[in-house]
């Protein structure tokens, strides 16, 4: 059965209390890693997405993958936005990476994620993942004045969750970036890209 990474009212986080196999058995806003965005929407709204304004977000060291960031237009939708990775000229749309987006204070999101990690840590058996928690800045900032935390989970099969809440420096917030917190889920080929070549 599907699990369900999400947070209500950005408090409750809701998923089965079950031991979960596989990172494929997620979702967030009913989407899981390898699905096919056009199992979830159709051709016209796909080509909607890719023709938004600001929407596609390549990385500085190779174009590979891809980023597409869509607002979420529900009631009741969890998340503000939901991020998907996808691989350039795929016209599968296959989803190598799945993010749930919430703008909110950094020092909310600090709380908030410290809950989310315990409760997902709590349905695998600890010898098939590595956890870790860090603050670093954030790479898209070149001045290292914006900062992001995360809590990693890092799979046996090289899949990985990641809890992040983001400060962005007043530069950013300048140009309309806000503190957010995101609930990822990252496969293995996507986690392998942003390590080696997203960034280079």
């Known amino acids: 059965m599907k699990k369900l990474l999400g947070i209500v009212v950005l408090s409750l986080f809701l998923i ?11 979702q967030i806003e009913g989407m899981s890693i390898g699905d096919s965005l056009k199992k979830h929407f159709s051709n016209e709204k796909i080509k909607n997405f890719l023709e938004m304004k600001n929407a596609i977000n390549y990385y500085p060291g190779s174009k590979k993958f891809f980023s597409l960031g869509t607002f979420t237009d529900e009631d009741n939708k969890i998340y503000d936005q939901i991020i998907y990775g996808l691989k350039k000229s795929d016209s599968k749309y ?15 999101c600090l709380d908030e994620s410290k809950s989310i990690f315990s409760e997902i840590k709590q349905l695998f058996d600890s010898e098939n993942f590595e956890q870790q928690s860090y603050e670093k800045e954030h790479e898209m900032d070149p001045s290292e004045k914006s900062r992001m935390y995360s809590h990693d989970i890092d799979f046996s099969d090289g899949n990985v969750v990641r809890i992040i809440c983001v400060n962005w420096s007043q530069e950013f917030e300048a140009d309309e ?10 496969s293995k080929v996507w986690a392998d890209w942003i390590q080696n070549e997203a960034y280079k």
């Open 94 to 108: 296959i989803i190598y990476s799945l993010s749930g987006y919430s703008r909110m204070d950094y020092q909310k």
């Open 177 to 186: 970036y806000t503190d957010s917190l995101s609930v990822t889920i990252n």
């Open 16 to 26: 089965t209390p079950s031991q979960a196999d596989d990172i494929r058995d997620f």
